[in-house]
Structures are given as structure tokens and as C-alpha cells.
């Protein structure tokens, strides 16, 4: 078999991008220990789409509240403005979050 360069370095990086993965999951399983599933969709549900959508949520937020982008919105230090981009974005992280642990958890 014949595989492109860039096909071999994923595959090489693959078991090692699987290893974060799951210390991600096992992270977030000692975290959320008091609310875990209690049916196996449930924690299929949690193994497959807890990880990225974790990462995705650290990255989105990494983003939105660096420097860059606070001094985009107002030059000082700490503003009123700053804070009033900054909430809704917090409110909606939080409703989406607990959405989604009241699916896993079956409530």
C-alpha cells in the first residue's frame, strides 16, 4: 500500500491524539463523577462528543476573551463594554452546559 506523506503522519500522530482523548474523558468523568449517565447511549454519548465539544469550548473562549480582541472592544484595562460582550457569550456557554447534562444524566 502506498500512502501519501501526509496520510503517515496522521496515522502516526493518531494513537497519541486517541491518548489525549481519553485523558480528556477520564478528566471529565472524575469531574462530573455526582452526574454521570446511567445508561450506556448515554455514555457513549459522553465519551464521543464530551472530549470535542470540551476542547471546542476552550478554544471558542481562548479566542473570545484574548487580549486582542478585549482591546478591539475598548482600549482600558476593565470597561463596562468588555463585560457586556463577555456575559452573554458566558450565559449562553452555561445554558448550552446544562442542556446537555440534563440529556446525559436522563433528567
Given at each position: 500500500?502506498n500512502?501519501s506523506?501526509?496520510?503517515?503522519v496522521w496515522?502516526?500522530?493518531l494513537?497519541a491524539l486517541?491518548a489525549?482523548?481519553?485523558l480528556i474523558?477520564?478528566?471529565?468523568?472524575?469531574?462530573f463523577?455526582s452526574?454521570?449517565?446511567?445508561?450506556?447511549?448515554r455514555?457513549?454519548?459522553?465519551?464521543?462528543?464530551?472530549?470535542?465539544l470540551y476542547?471546542?469550548?476552550?478554544?471558542?473562549f481562548?479566542?473570545?476573551?484574548?487580549?486582542?480582541?478585549?482591546r478591539?472592544?475598548?482600549q482600558?484595562?476593565f470597561?463596562i463594554?468588555?463585560?457586556a460582550?463577555?456575559?452573554?457569550a458566558?450565559?449562553a456557554?452555561?445554558?448550552?452546559?446544562?442542556?446537555l447534562?440534563?440529556l446525559?444524566?436522563?433528567?
Amino acid at each position: 500500500m502506498n500512502l501519501s506523506v501526509p496520510v503517515m503522519v496522521w496515522l502516526r500522530r493518531l494513537p497519541a491524539l486517541a491518548a489525549v482523548w481519553l485523558l480528556i474523558a477520564g478528566f471529565m468523568t472524575v469531574e462530573f463523577w455526582s452526574e454521570m449517565p446511567r445508561s450506556w447511549s448515554r455514555w457513549l454519548l459522553l465519551l464521543a462528543f464530551g472530549p470535542p465539544l470540551y476542547v471546542l469550548g476552550e478554544t471558542f473562549f481562548g479566542w473570545l476573551f484574548s487580549a486582542a480582541h478585549g482591546r478591539a472592544i475598548s482600549q482600558k484595562r476593565f470597561s463596562i463594554t468588555r463585560v457586556a460582550v463577555a456575559l452573554p457569550a458566558a450565559i449562553a456557554a452555561f445554558a448550552l452546559y446544562w442542556w446537555l447534562s440534563s440529556l446525559l444524566i436522563g433528567g
